[in-house]
Structure formats: C-alpha cells, structure tokens
C-alpha cells in the first residue's frame, strides 16, 4: 500500500524547520496549485493545504478527492471553501498563522486613521506643511468584535497604548461580552475593530442601526470579512461625517474602480493585506508541519472548524 498522498502548494521543504529535520516521514507529498493543473493523483489525495490566494477552482477540486481526509487552509476563515468539503472530511483553519501580521495591521490601521497618517500622505506630495491636532490611541475604549486568536493578539498589542479594551464574541464568556449585547456597548466605544468570521449571523452585522449606535467621532476598523459591513450604510455614515472608518476588506474585492468607497471621507482603505507579511509564512510552515505529523500518526488534528465556526 503506498503512503497517502499530501497536496500543498508549497516545497515539502520548507517544513524543515529546524537543521536536520525535514518533512513528517511516511507521506507522499506533491507541489500542486489547482488553480493552474490538475494532477491525475487527485483521486489519491488524502491531505489538502489549500493555496492561501482564494481561486474558485482550487475549492472546487474537492469533490474529485475521493479520498481526502483532510483539508487545512492557510486562512483563519473558511467562508470560501466551507462549502466544498464533502461530508466526513475534516476542514482545519489556519488559526495562528495570521495573529500577528493581521493584529499588527489592525493596529496601524487604528494609529494611522487617529493620528491622520494618510492626511499627512497628501500634504507631503502637495509640498504643504499643515499642523494639526488629532485624537490619540491613549485613553480610548476599543471594542474588538471577534475575541478569537486574532483578537486576543489585537488586544496584546492595544494594551500597551493605555487603551481600555472591550472584548466582545459569539457567546459570553468570564471577561468577554455576547454579541447580541454589541447595542449597549457601541454607544461607549471610541474605536470598534471587527474581527469575525463571515457566517450567516455576522453578515451584514454592521448596517445603519449599527452605525447609529456608534458615537460621534468613533473609528470602525474592519479585518474581518467584507461582508460584515453593509457598504451603502458605511458609505452613508461616513458622508455625514460622524464616523470615520478603515478597511482592509471589503465586497466585492478587488473593490471596482466605481466604488463609492473610494472617495468617501475619512476612510482609509487597505488592499486585503492582513496576513500579507513576512510572519506569515514561518508560522504557516510550523501549523502544517505539526498536522501533517499528527495525521502521519493518526493523531486527531488541530484547527479543526464545527458549526458555523
């Protein structure tokens, strides 16, 4: 019987982490992006890494993998493949992966919408010295909706800023709010970071009663999906000038150039680049590497998703 069959698209030795070391042993491993050919050992792959750029095809190929076992993303949300994966297969987020490039840009996107970073931006290429006062990350109550691993990373970095952060998730938990209780928290934020994953109950979350809630001056930071947020009430919002917000995504992506996103006030906007770092990939490497080790021993994995989660 030959040894089952990894599909990932990247070198198998890039998991040598550490000198010496090499991939898990007892596997069969294969360099295969989906998206540009189709091996015909599909039907023999039992282990699938998911390339971390999403591509239609490389979700659909799923259902020629009549043997596949497990499938592990690269993303810490699976709203685009979750569908895909047949029944009986295990599907394993990249949990850990992103906490500390997406929690870093979270945070420059909070200091650079506060301090007005893109304002300085424009005066800098207008030659224009323009002084200014502007409100700071110290003092303010940040509300991070989402209290996962990535909020909890956001939170780690926040702290020092002499913030007072309010933790907010699906369900209560000791130090953490229930979302259904966001109503009574928005109107006390300063800045409201989401961090959700894309599910039925979050799309949509942040419509106009959502931003009515929010105070007068408050930031909306979004690193979570862009669906979370409906995008003519953002737009309306920031029209009126009570809100000022930042994007790292947003529906559809790439955004179209006639987007009215693109010339609302106070909005800074970021391609979809929270992972896109060099932390990602040592810490991409070391989650797929410890899973491939536990499947090779028949150990359960980590990561794995249930529910709408």
Same mark, same amino acid.
């Given at each position: 019987?030959?040894?089952?069959?990894?599909?990932?698209?990247?070198?198998?030795?890039?998991?040598?982490?550490?000198?010496?070391?090499?991939?898990?042993?007892?596997?069969?491993?294969?360099?295969?992006?989906?998206?540009?050919?189709?091996?015909?050992?599909?039907?023999?792959?039992?282990?699938?890494?998911?390339?971390?750029?999403?591509?239609?095809?490389?979700?659909?190929?799923?259902?020629?993998?009549?043997?596949?076992?497990?499938?592990?993303?690269?993303?810490?949300?699976?709203?685009?493949?979750?569908?895909?994966?047949?029944?009986?297969?295990?599907?394993?987020?990249?949990?850990?992966?992103?906490?500390?490039?997406?929690?870093?840009l979270a945070v420059t996107l909070v200091l650079a919408?506060?301090?007005?970073?893109?304002?300085?931006?424009?005066?800098?290429?207008?030659?224009?010295?323009?002084?200014?006062?502007?409100?700071?990350?110290?003092?303010?109550?940040?509300?991070?909706?989402?209290?996962?691993?990535?909020?909890?990373?956001?939170?780690?970095?926040?702290?020092?800023?002499?913030?007072?952060?309010?933790?907010?998730?699906?369900?209560?938990?000791?130090?953490?709010?229930?979302?259904?209780?966001?109503?009574?928290?928005?109107?006390?934020?300063?800045?409201?970071?989401?961090?959700?994953?894309?599910?039925?109950?979050?799309?949509? %979350?942040?419509?106009?009663?959502?931003?009515?809630?929010?105070?007068?001056?408050?930031?909306?930071?979004?690193?979570?999906?862009?669906?979370?947020?409906?995008?003519?009430? %953002?737009?309306?919002? %920031?029209?009126?000038?009570?809100?000022?917000?930042?994007?790292?995504?947003?529906?559809?992506?790439?955004?179209?150039?006639?987007?009215?996103?693109?010339?609302?006030?106070?909005?800074?906007?970021?391609?979809?680049?929270?992972?896109?770092?060099?932390?990602?990939?040592?810490?991409?490497?070391? %989650?797929?590497?410890?899973?491939?080790?536990?499947?090779?021993?028949?150990?359960?994995?980590?990561?794995?998703?249930?529910?709408?989660?």
């Amino acid at each position: 019987m030959s040894a089952p069959l990894v599909w990932m698209p990247f070198d198998p030795a890039e998991l040598a982490l550490d000198e010496g070391s090499g991939p898990p042993v007892g596997l069969r491993y294969e360099v295969v992006d989906p998206s540009r050919h189709v091996p015909d050992t599909v039907s023999e792959v039992e282990f699938y890494v998911t390339p971390y750029v999403f591509d239609v095809r490389a979700s659909e190929v799923l259902a020629e993998m009549s043997s596949l076992r497990v499938v592990q993303t690269l993303t810490a949300g699976v709203d685009h493949i979750r569908g895909h994966v047949p029944d009986g297969v295990l599907l394993c987020n990249g949990r850990g992966i992103h906490d500390t490039s997406a929690a870093e840009l979270a945070v420059t996107l909070v200091l650079a919408s506060l301090r007005g970073i893109p304002g300085f931006v424009r005066h800098q290429d207008q030659r224009r010295w323009h002084y200014e006062w502007r409100p700071a990350l110290a003092d303010r109550r940040v509300v991070i909706v989402g209290h996962g691993a990535i909020g909890e990373a956001i939170e780690r970095r926040l702290v020092p800023f002499e913030t007072d952060v309010v933790r907010v998730a699906r369900t209560a938990r000791p130090g953490v709010h229930a979302i259904d209780e966001l109503p009574d928290l928005l109107p006390g934020a300063d800045v409201v970071v989401l961090v959700v994953p894309l599910t039925d109950e979050t799309r949509g %979350l942040v419509d106009a009663g959502f931003l009515a809630r929010m105070k007068d001056g408050a930031l909306l930071v979004n690193v979570a999906r862009g669906p979370v947020v409906v995008e003519a009430d %953002l737009v309306a919002a %920031l029209e009126s000038g009570r809100i000022t917000a930042a994007v790292d995504v947003v529906d559809p992506e790439p955004l179209p150039e006639d987007s009215p996103l693109w010339t609302a006030p106070g909005l800074l906007i970021s391609p979809h680049v929270g992972g896109a770092s060099s932390a990602m990939w040592p810490r991409a490497y070391r %989650l797929v590497r410890d899973q491939l080790c536990r499947f090779a021993a028949g150990e359960e994995p980590v990561n794995v998703m249930t529910g709408d989660y």
